[in-house]
């Protein structure tokens, strides 16, 4: 929901017709964007890597990282944004992720301010999107460098584990309720990287809740999660291989799950966590 008072209300109805500010991909900003609002974690970290961090002047509550986005406002949430906070810092430039917020900028839009979206679905396009924002930020040139680092960085875990042996995987979100990722997540595209094979890669749902029982009838060689207190269910039934065989293993949330040039150091580390498997 947005945040709205009667206020911002009247704003909203007197402004109502101003020029939609929704950009595109392909469209290209005739100055750089020197106010810039990121919604997201992962559009935060982005902006940062490419040296566009002085130009960010507010942050959603969940940007964490790096450490100089500590004292920025938060202005936004998973659940709202705060217009009235947004529209008092006049930011040029808005950047939301798209599969979660297209609404909520509806409003900022139709006030005319220059809306951006990030949306990578795929490992690679996050080269792509760095790209864009150099684009949007006028650091083009070490957008280029990061994406190209990037992408290095991805290929050369790719050609190292394209041979690895299959190693069967449950990765574990959360356990109340009990989920997982589907082999289109960025999640279940790294566990296809590293050489493993998803449990939950053909669900329909991108991430499946489930019960115990399922992972238990297909009794994988390895289950992930990110700490051990969400691991700690899997021991009460000691018949699973991986608990045989103290394969309960931990990953970095924040790696693999905010989609950053900081990934690949993810899959890294998922890549390893399987490699123990293998060596048995």
């Given at each position: 929901m947005v945040r709205c008072s009667s206020s911002l209300l009247l704003m909203l109805t007197l402004?109502?017709?101003?020029?939609?500010?929704?950009?595109?991909?392909d469209e290209a900003r005739a100055e750089p964007a020197r106010r810039i609002v990121s919604l997201s974690p992962h559009i935060?970290?982005?902006?940062?890597?490419?040296?566009?961090?002085?130009?960010?002047?507010?942050?959603?509550?969940?940007?964490?990282?790096p450490v100089a986005v500590t004292p920025l406002p938060k202005v936004a949430n998973y659940r709202s944004l705060n217009l009235e906070q947004i529209l008092a810092l006049?930011?040029?430039?808005?950047?939301?992720?798209?599969?979660?917020?297209?609404?909520?900028?509806?409003?900022?839009?139709h006030l005319g301010i220059p809306v951006a979206y990030s949306e990578p679905l795929?490992?690679?396009?996050?080269?792509?999107?760095?790209?864009?924002?150099?684009?949007?930020?006028?650091?083009?040139?070490?957008?280029?460098?990061?994406?190209?680092?990037?992408l290095q960085q991805l290929e050369a875990l790719e050609r190292h584990y394209r041979d690895a042996r299959p190693v069967s995987v449950f990765y574990q979100l959360g356990s109340t309720p009990l989920m997982s990722a589907n082999?289109?997540?960025?999640?279940?595209?790294?566990?296809?990287?590293?050489?493993?094979?998803?449990?939950?890669?053909?669900?329909?749902?991108?991430?499946?809740?489930?019960?115990?029982?399922?992972?238990?009838?297909?009794?994988?060689?390895v289950i992930l999660a990110s700490?051990?207190?969400?691991?700690?269910?899997?021991?009460?039934?000691?018949?699973?291989?991986?608990?045989?065989?103290?394969?309960?293993?931990?990953?970095?949330?924040?790696?693999?799950?905010?989609?950053?040039?900081?990934?690949?150091?993810?899959?890294r580390q998922l890549c390893r966590q399987l490699e123990l498997a293998r060596a048995e």
């Open positions: 402004l109502g017709t101003a020029g939609a500010g929704e950009l595109h991909a935060t970290e982005m902006l940062f890597a490419i040296g566009a961090g002085p130009q960010v002047i507010a942050v959603d509550e969940a940007s964490d990282y006049q930011p040029d430039l808005i950047v939301a992720w798209r599969s979660a917020q297209h609404l909520q900028v509806q409003p900022l839009i795929r490992l690679r396009d996050l080269a792509d999107e760095l790209e864009y924002l150099g684009e949007l930020s006028g650091h083009r040139q070490q957008a280029r460098a990061q994406a190209r680092h990037y082999e289109g997540t960025w999640v279940g595209q790294a566990i296809r990287l590293c050489g493993g094979t998803n449990i939950m890669a053909a669900s329909t749902a991108p991430y499946p809740q489930l019960n115990a029982e399922l992972v238990l009838a297909r009794d994988p060689e700490s051990d207190e969400e691991l700690a269910l899997w021991r009460r039934w000691p018949s699973l291989q991986a608990v045989q065989k103290a394969r309960l293993l931990t990953v970095d949330a924040d790696l693999l799950h905010r989609f950053t040039p900081r990934t690949p150091e993810g899959i």
